[in-house]
Nanobody
Framework: HVQLVESGGGSVQVGGSLRLSCVAS????????MGWFRQIPDKEREGVAA???????YYSDSVKGRFNISLDKSKNIMYLQMDSLKPEDTAMYYC????????????????????????WGQGTQVTVS
């Protein structure tokens, strides 16, 4: 069983930057993918970005060109570099890992918000004002 811990959130001004980290403890066997999701109160969780261990990447349209997802496979850490932050990026950010990975990263991202709360970690809060 893999445990995920998110960190790196904070409060920044519009146009600022933050880098989120997601540390996966435990062995991730085989082909896998990881992703970032976010949620604001009373709204459904939404996918932000995801990455296969092979390097294939998915971004939601709302963050494309501003956010950059990366993976340090040697340390089992996933990062999300967030630049040009906007007030609408304010949310709690969560990460997920899937092994074995789905064949479609886009479909995996679309499905994750359906998972119940006990499938998610503590998250890290990002506030942009």
């Amino acid at each position: 069983h893999v445990q995920l811990v998110e960190s790196g959130g904070g409060s920044v001004q519009v146009g600022g930057s933050l880098r989120l980290s997601c540390v996966a403890s435990g062995d991730i066997i085989g082909r896998y993918c990881m992703g970032w999701f976010r949620q604001i109160p009373d709204k459904e969780r939404e996918g932000v970005a995801a990455i296969y261990q092979s390097g294939t990447i998915y971004y939601s349209d709302s963050v494309k060109g501003r956010f950059n997802i990366s993976l340090d496979k040697s340390k089992n850490i996933m990062y999300l570099q967030m630049d040009s932050l906007k007030p609408e990026d304010t949310a709690m950010y969560y990460c997920r890992v899937e092994s074995p990975a789905w064949t479609s990263l886009r479909l995996w991202v679309a499905y994750q918000p359906r998972l119940p709360p006990n499938h998610w970690g503590q998250g890290t809060q990002v506030t942009v004002s």
